[in-house]
T-cell receptor, first 114, second 113 residues
Framework: DAKTTQPPSMDCAEGRAANLPCNHS???????VYWYRQIHSQGPQYIIH???NNETNEMASLIITEDRKSSTLILPHATLRDTAVYYC???????????????FGKGTKLSVIP | EAQVTQNPRYLITVTGKKLTVTCSQN?????MSWYRQDPGLGLRQIYY???????DKGDVPEGYKVSRKEKRNFPLILESPSPNQTSLYFC????????????FGQGTRLTVV
């Protein structure tokens, strides 16, 4: 699976949009971009994933650049409960041989400030 | 409610005393796995299972055993715990390994003294 690069930390004012970048310049055509978050030692929580089109759900939006080398997770109206470590993960879309693991990097620690 | 349930949530034990951390999911997922999380090292996979009676090692399997006798349960066994297994453990499940979202349990904080 391709490696990802994220800033170690970011701040966001409560009520404002939080834009979390991720670089995945070695992504291949059959790899999805996934986002998870972990709130203070709780189990990681799935947020969203996409292949090449932008995606939106009730939690967030995912914007993937046309060349697919980077993406941005957008939390449209950040709240204090969104303070967490956010992980960007790239994974193959195909099942098959392999460890099936999610490879978590260090992620971005997002602090939402009142 | 769809969930992955781990027990216990907290455990303090002594070196060498066998223990089992249970994991159960109610979503009929085929794929289950165990991770440990340590400061500065992130989440690392211990073992995974693609279906009943099918298990395989992850990145850090030494000192652990698993079994998958039923689809819903995937216990993690420490036959002879050591202090370096003090960690935060997470169980996860998904419908299949790679193309769908994974659901994580709330974690088990284990301390081995």
């Amino acid at each position: 699976d391709a490696k990802t690069t994220q800033p170690p930390s970011m701040d966001c004012a409560e009520g404002r949009a939080a834009n979390l970048p991720c670089n995945h310049s070695t992504i291949s055509g059959n790899e999805y971009v996934y986002w998870y978050r972990q709130i203070h030692s709780q189990g990681p929580q799935y947020i969203i994933h996409g292949l090449k089109n932008n995606e939106t759900n009730e939690m967030a939006s995912l914007i993937i650049t046309e060349d697919r080398k980077s993406s941005t997770l957008i939390l449209p109206h950040a709240t204090l409960r969104d303070t967490a470590v956010y992980y960007c993960i790239v994974r193959s879309r195909y099942s098959g041989a392999g460890s099936y693991q999610l490879t978590f990097g260090k992620g971005t620690k997002l602090s939402v400030i009142p | 409610e769809a969930q992955v349930t781990q027990n216990p949530r907290y455990l303090i034990t002594v070196t060498g005393k066998k223990l089992t951390v249970t994991c159960s999911q109610n979503m009929n997922h085929e794929y289950m796995s165990w991770y440990r999380q340590d400061p500065g090292l992130g989440l690392r996979q211990i073992y995974y299972s693609m279906n009943v009676e099918v298990t395989d090692k992850g990145d850090v399997p030494e000192g652990y055993k698993v079994s998958r006798k039923e689809k819903r349960n995937f216990p993690l066994i420490l036959e002879s715990p050591s202090p370096n297994q003090t960690s935060l453990y997470f169980c996860a499940s998904s419908f299949e390994g790679r193309s769908t979202e994974a659901f994580f349990g709330q974690g088990t904080r284990l301390t081995v003294v």
